[in-house]
C-alpha cells in the first residue's frame, strides 16, 4: 500500500499543475468514459475517483460519455445502472454525452479526412486486412485499394452509410502507413459496415466508428483537457494525436495509468456478464460479484470504496492488490457509522429457571461505542433466550471461557449466569440448557467485584424475530482466477462453497421495524447495515419483502470477541 501524504503529488496531479501553472489551460476538465455493455466494476469505481477526484481537487470537471459506438452489445439497462452507481458513489457529472451525439460531426470530420487523401474506402475482407498488415518485425502490405481517388472514396463511403453494402464488405481506413513501427498507424480502421438498431440512434446508422478514431474526436469536441484511460492505450496514443492533428481541432491529451486488479477476483465484464448469463451468480448485483451494485447489496458503503480508491494511489506499473486492503476500508469505515445489534445465527435455547416467569425488562445497550451521538437502545430481556449454539460446550477445553456446566459468564448488557444443567434430544444434541442468574449484577457487572472471563450475546426467545442470513466467502478460490491452462476456462476456479445460507436465525427485535425503513444515500436506494455483536458487519438484502427477513454478512469482524473473550 502506497499511503501518500497531502504534499506528494501523483504524476497526473504534478502534470495538471504544471499545465496551469505555464497557463496552457485555465481549468481542468475530465472524463468518465464506459462503455454500455455491462455494469461497472471495482476497476470503473478506481477509474471514477481518480477523474472526478482529480477535477473536485483542481476545481475542474467531469463529463459522464457513454462509449456507444458498438450498437450490437450496448444497452440503455447500463446506462441507467452505470449513472445511479456513479451517483451513489457521491460523485456528480457536469454533463452526461454519448459518443453516438457526435456521430454526425464524425461523419463529416472522416469526409475531410478522405478529401485530404487522408483516408480511403477498402473493399478487402477484415481477415484480408488482417493479414496484410504484417507484424512488428514485418512491413504490411498497401490495399489494392488504397490509391482510389478522393470522388470515389467520397462516393463510396457515402453509399456505405446509405446503407447500399452488407456487413464487413467494406471499411473506411486511414490512410497513413502500412510500414510504419506502430502498427496502430497502418492504415487504422474507421468505420465498419454493422446493419444493427442503436440503442439511442436506432436505424439512422448503419456505419458505426471504430473507438480510436471516435475517442479522441469525442475528447475534443468536449474540450476535455485530460483523457485519462488505462496502460494498454499508450500504443493508441500516437494515433489519438494524429487524428487531432490532421482535424485542426481541440487538442485534448490523453494519459494513462494502471488498471485495478484485485486478487480472487476477474473483472472483465464479458467474463461478468458470462457469470450472470450462465446462472453462477444470482445476477449482476449478486453480493459476491464486484461490481459495484454487488458491493452495494453486501453493504459496502460509498466512503470505504473511495477511501480504498484513494489508497492503493495511482500506479503507472501494473499490478494486483489484495482484497484484503478494500475489506481494511470497509471495516474502517463501517465501525464507525454500523449501529451495533445483537443476533444468534446459530440459536440454542436457555432458560433461566430463577428468573420470573412472566417478567420483561428492558435493558440499556449503546448503539455504537465509536459514535456517541448514536445514543442508547432498550433490548428485552426475559426468562428464555437463544445464544450462539458454539457459546456453549458441555465438555470445553482448558481455555474456554464461554459457557460451559457450572461456569459463570456475563450476557452483554445484562446478567451473570450460570450453567446448571441441558437437555439433550435423542441423539445427544443439546436442545435447552439451564441457568442461574445473579439479580444483583443487571447490567453486566457484580458490585462484589466477581469477574467473569467470558460475555457472550444472546436475544430474547419470546421477543426474537426470524430471519434468514446469507454467509459469502471469495466466489473463486485461485489468487488469479483468470490464469488457466489451455484448454480451461476461469469458470473451473469458482468457489463452490461461496455461499451459505443460515435459515433459522434470532434477530434483537429492533431489527424488524429498521428493516421497513429504508436507507437512501446519494439518491440510491441501499441497505441498512449493522454491526451484529461478536459476529461481524450485516445488511439488509432486498429480498427483505413482506416481514421477510433476509441479511447478508458484508464482512467478519477484524478482531472477533470470541478471539479476545474466549
Ligand atoms: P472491460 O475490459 O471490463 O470491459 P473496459 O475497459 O472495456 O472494461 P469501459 O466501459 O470501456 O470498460 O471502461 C470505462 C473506463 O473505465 C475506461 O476509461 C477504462 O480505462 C476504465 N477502467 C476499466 N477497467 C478498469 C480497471 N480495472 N481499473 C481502472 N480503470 C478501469
Ligand atoms: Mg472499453
Redesign the pocket.
Known amino acids: 500500500m502506497e499511503e501518500r501524504n497531502e504534499k506528494q503529488l501523483n504524476f497526473l496531479e504534478e502534470i495538471i499543475e504544471e499545465g496551469l501553472k505555464d497557463g496552457r489551460y485555465k481549468t481542468i476538465l475530465t472524463r468518465?468514459?464506459?462503455?454500455p455493455?455491462?455494469y461497472l466494476?471495482i476497476?470503473?469505481a478506481?477509474?471514477i475517483c481518480l477523474n472526478f477526484g482529480l477535477a473536485e481537487k483542481y476545481g475542474g470537471k467531469t463529463n459522464l460519455r457513454f462509449?456507444d459506438t458498438n450498437p450490437v452489445k450496448e444497452d440503455t439497462e447500463y446506462v441507467d445502472s452505470i449513472q445511479n452507481d456513479i451517483r451513489w458513489l457521491g460523485f456528480q457529472w457536469a454533463g452526461v454525452h454519448y459518443a453516438s451525439d457526435y456521430f454526425d460531426q464524425l461523419y463529416e470530420w472522416a469526409c475531410v479526412l478522405i478529401k485530404k487523401g487522408l483516408a480511403y474506402v477498402d473493399d478487402q475482407s477484415l481477415e484480408e486486412i488482417r493479414q496484410n498488415r504484417g507484424t512488428v518485425t514485418e512491413p504490411g502490405k498497401d490495399s489494392p485499394y488504397r490509391n482510389r481517388s478522393v470522388e470515389e472514396n467520397l462516393d463510396l463511403f457515402e453509399r456505405m452509410k446509405a446503407g447500399e453494402f452488407a456487413d464487413g464488405s467494406r471499411v473506411l481506413r486511414a490512410k497513413i502507413d502500412m510500414a510504419h513501427p506502430n502498427m496502430q498507424f497502418r492504415d487504422p480502421i474507421m468505420y465498419r459496415i454493422l446493419h444493427a438498431t442503436h440503442h439511442r440512434t436506432g436505424d439512422k446508422w448503419c456505419i458505426y466508428p471504430m473507438y480510436d478514431y471516435a475517442h479522441g474526436q469525442s475528447d475534443s469536441i468536449e474540450g476535455i483537457t485530460h483523457s485519462?484511460?488505462?496502460l494498454e492505450f499508450d500504443i493508441h496514443r500516437p494515433l489519438y494525436d494524429w487524428f487531432i492533428e490532421q482535424l485542426g481541432i481541440f487538442p485534448s491529451h490523453q494519459y494513462e495509468f494502471a488498471?485495478?486488479?484485485l486478487d480472487y477476483t476477474v473483472?472483465?465484464?464479458?467474463k461478468l456478464l458470462q457469470l450472470v448469463k450462465e446462472g453462477y451468480v444470482s445476477g449482476w448485483d449478486d453480493p459476491r460479484m464486484p461490481t459495484i451494485c454487488g458491493f452495494r447489496r453486501r453493504g459496502y458503503t460509498p466512503e470505504a470504496i473511495r477511501s480504498f480508491c484513494d489508497r492503493i494511489g495511482v500506479a503507472k506499473r501494473d499490478n494486483v492488490i489484495s482484497y484484503s486492503l478494500l475489506e481494511f476500508a470497509l471495516r474502517e469505515h463501517l465501525n464507525k457509522v454500523a449501529p451495533r445489534r445483537m443476533a444468534v445465527l446459530n440459536p440454542v435455547r436457555v432458560v433461566i429457571d430463577n428468573y420470573p416467569d412472566d417478567k420483561v425488562e428492558m435493558l440499556s445497550a449503546v448503539n455504537n461505542p465509536e459514535n456517541e451521538a448514536d445514543g442508547m437502545r432498550e433490548v428485552p430481556f426475559c426468562k428464555e433466550l437463544y445464544i450462539e449454539r458454539d457459546d456453549f460446550m458441555e465438555n470445553p477445553p482448558k481455555k474456554y471461557f464461554r459457557l460451559s456446566p457450572g461456569n459463570e459468564v456475563r450476557l452483554r448488557y445484562a446478567y451473570f449466569v450460570t450453567c446448571q444443567s441441558v437437555e439433550k434430544d435423542s441423539e445427544g444434541n443439546v436442545t435447552c440448557i439451564h441457568c442461574t442468574y445473579d439479580p444483583a449484577t443487571r447490567g453486566g457487572d457484580s458490585p462484589d467485584g466477581r469477574k467473569v472471563k467470558g460475555t457472550i450475546h444472546w436475544v430474547s426467545a419470546r421477543h426474537a424475530v426470524d430471519a434468514e442470513v446469507r454467509l459469502f466467502d471469495r466466489l473463486f478460490a485461485a489468487e488469479s482466477p483468470d490464469d488457466v491452462e489451455e484448454g480451461h476456462t476461469f469458470l473451473e476456479n469458482l468457489n463452490p462453497d461461496s455461499l451459505k445460507v443460515l435459515e433459522n436465525c434470532k434477530l434483537e427485535p429492533c431489527l424488524a421495524e429498521e428493516v421497513r425503513t429504508g436507507n437512501i444515500e446519494n439518491g440510491v436506494e441501499s441497505p441498512r447495515r449493522f454491526q451484529f455483536e461478536r459476529l461481524g458487519y450485516f445488511c439488509t438484502d432486498n429480498d427483505c419483502k413482506d416481514g421477510r427477513m433476509v441479511f447478508n454478512r458484508t464482512c467478519t469482524l477484524k478482531d472477533s470477541w470470541a478471539k479476545v473473550n474466549g
Not at 32 to 35: A, I, Q, T
Not at 267 to 270: A, G, H, I, N
Open positions: 468518465f468514459p464506459p462503455e455493455n455491462g466494476h476497476g470503473h478506481k477509474s462509449d485519462i484511460c488505462t488498471r485495478l486488479n473483472m472483465s465484464k464479458r
